[in-house]
Nanobody, 126 residues
Framework: QVQLVESGGGSVQAGGSLTLSCAASGYAFRVRTYCLGWFRQAPGKEREGVATRDFYGDTQYADSAKGRFTISKDNAKNTLYLQMNELKPEDTAIYYC??????????????????WGQGTQVTVSS
């Protein structure tokens, strides 16, 4: 099994920064290569993909995140990060990290991802 635990959420004013962390554990995570990603869900909205790091380490970002957010991974710590800069009120959401050994899409494929964290709240005030 794979366990994902997010941390680092909080409240910040517009223009500020936050770094989210996602600690991964489990035997399967150590022996397989996983696609890793950050998703978010705002109140009343569908969950959307924010950033992914695929099986080869290549990264992709939602248009809303490009230039402001950076996804990275510390292999030694088995921890995924999301550095968020220039935060806007519309970034307010619950942020989830996810992992899957087969799927890496953020559209309809997101519903196939097998492993999800519990989520961490990010609130950006204007």
């Amino acid at each position: 099994q794979v366990q994902l635990v997010e941390s680092g959420g909080g409240s910040v004013q517009a223009g500020g920064s936050l770094t989210l962390s996602c600690a991964a554990s489990g035997y399967a995570f150590r022996v397989r290569t996983y696609c890793l990603g950050w998703f978010r869900q705002a109140p009343g909205k569908e969950r959307e993909g924010v950033a992914t790091r695929d099986f080869y380490g290549d990264t992709q970002y939602a248009d809303s995140a490009k230039g402001r957010f950076t996804i990275s991974k510390d292999n030694a710590k088995n921890t995924l990060y999301l550095q968020m800069n220039e935060l806007k009120p519309e970034d307010t959401a619950i942020y989830y990290c996810a992992a899957d050994w087969q799927y890496c899409g953020t559209g309809q494929d997101q519903y196939e991802w097998r492993h999800w964290g519990q989520g961490t709240q990010v609130t950006v005030s204007s």
